[in-house]
Structures are given as C-alpha cells and as structure tokens.
C-alpha cells in the first residue's frame, strides 16, 4: 500500500510545483503590462535572471507575438531539450540539424520534426521581437552547408550563436544562449508564442498519427 500513496504524493507535489510556477509566470506578465520601456540588465538586482519566461509546452503562455527576420525560435524536444533557429521572413526558419545540415524549413516543418506542441519566439520585456537581420543573412548564406554536428559542442545553439557572433567562443546550451542574447541585446530576455498557424500544426499532426496506424 506504501507504493501507490508515494506515488500520490509525488505526484501531488508534481501538480502544485506546475501551479507555483504557472503563478510566475502570469505574475511576469501582469509586470510586463505596466513597464514603459524594454527592460535591461541593469535593471536586475544582483541575483535576477536575465531570462525572465523560459519557453514552455507545459506551462501558460499569454503572449503571442509575430516574428520578424532576424528573430530567434525554438522548440521543444521531448520536454527535457529545446531547438533553436532564425527566421527568415515568409514562413522559413534557418536550422541546424542534428545530421548537420543548415537548412531553411517552414514553422510547420520546424515543429513536426521536433516533440514541441508550440514554436516561441524570443522577446524583450514590452513583447517586441529581439532581432538581427545580419544575423539572418548570415544564417541564409549557410543554406545547404554541413557542419561537423555534435550534440554538446556544435548544436543548433553554437550555430545560432556564430550568426550573431562569427568566431566567438562555443554555446552549448540553450540557457548559455539565451544569457548571451541577453547581454547582445542588453533586454531581458522573454519567450513568447510564436504566431504561426497552429491550426495547421495540429491537422498535420493528426494526419501523421492517422497515416502511421493504417
């Protein structure tokens, strides 16, 4: 009988750390509403990460933004990773994949190929995309080029990295990542909804999960 009550419990726990951080989150965006002007770093006490909402498939996300060229998305990977790319204008995000190609793939593409129900888009504290067309021209400019891929020392993260920076040190994690944008940018770093047409991610889904029962 012990079994199943830890179990319970674990999974009561489980549900009010969700709850806890879901009340964060939320809390974030009511702040966000009575800002006047994109927040900085030095606008940080000493110990305030300067990622203010991680993207999340598992936790609300309010605010929906349209992307611009040179911004930055990501996606999740089985809940545990996120994947990262730039946009390019009219539906084409530029990746790294983990064969080693860069390519430039739809948003629909860009999520059927991962785990991730949403695409996010990295914002500062006014819901303004944080964006770089060199950045992206850098990233175009790549298409159809192999890199050696390595999960930890040459990932999508070090790629989209060397867009912005070319020949500066490794990125490979995505917080890392995200640290740095945020000192590129000197915002604190929010991500928010991508506003891409979910309608067409969850019809392709459907057709996928249909196509592999038959």
Known sequence: MALPLIIAGAAALSALAVKGLNIDRK???????????????????????PVAIYPSDFLVSEQSVAPQIGAIVCCGIGGILDHTGIWLGDDLIVELAGNGLIKAISSERFINERSGKQIFIACNSLGQPLVNESAAKIASEQIFQYRDYHMIENNCHHFIWQCFKPNDHSITTFKSLNVHLAQYFDRVVYWDLCEVDNERFDSARKLKSFQRKR
């Open 27 to 49: 809390s974030q965006q009511k702040l966000r509403q009575k800002l006047t002007r994109a927040l900085q770093l030095s606008d940080l006490s000493e110990h305030q990460s």
